[in-house]
């Protein structure tokens, strides 16, 4: 099992851009696809993207594609969404997660980090 970092994100402007990462701990990153997730304010937690193990394939929430990307550095125990031309709605709390696939957004560990805050103003 790994241990997840989320960073990244902050307050911008609507229209504007954030990277956030996150930052894995474990020897078995690489063999996981990956996910990231968000929650806004009393709201459930949705997924966002996901990216295969070899970061080769990525798949994304309708809300987000065209805007959004996400990418992964296994070398690093990193994982990345590029986030671009922000909208309010996308203020939310950003979380990632291990998929069993990239074509599934369950996540595989029951145990979330603190997250990352991101707050797009209108």
């Known amino acids: 099992q790994v241990q997840l970092v989320e960073s990244g994100g902050g307050l911008v402007q609507a229209g504007g851009s954030l990277?956030?990462?996150c930052a894995a701990s474990g020897r078995t990153f690489s063999s996981y696809a990956m996910g990231w997730f968000r929650q806004a304010p009393g709201k459930g937690r949705e997924f966002?993207?996901?990216?295969s193990w070899s970061g080769g394939s990525t798949s994304y929430a309708d809300s987000v594609k065209g805007r959004f990307t996400v990418s992964r550095?296994?070398?690093k125990n990193s994982v990345y969404l590029q986030m671009n031309s922000l909208k309010p709605e996308d203020t939310a709390v950003y979380y990632c997660n291990?998929?069993?696939?990239y074509t599934t957004t369950e996540p595989l560990f029951s145990s979330w980090g603190q997250g990352t805050q991101?707050?797009?103003s209108s």
Do not use: D, G, W
């Open 19 to 21: 990277r956030l990462s």
């Open 48 to 51: 966002v993207a996901a990216i």
């Open 73 to 75: 550095e296994n070398a």
């Open 98 to 101: 291990a998929l069993r696939y």
């Open 118 to 120: 991101v707050t797009v």
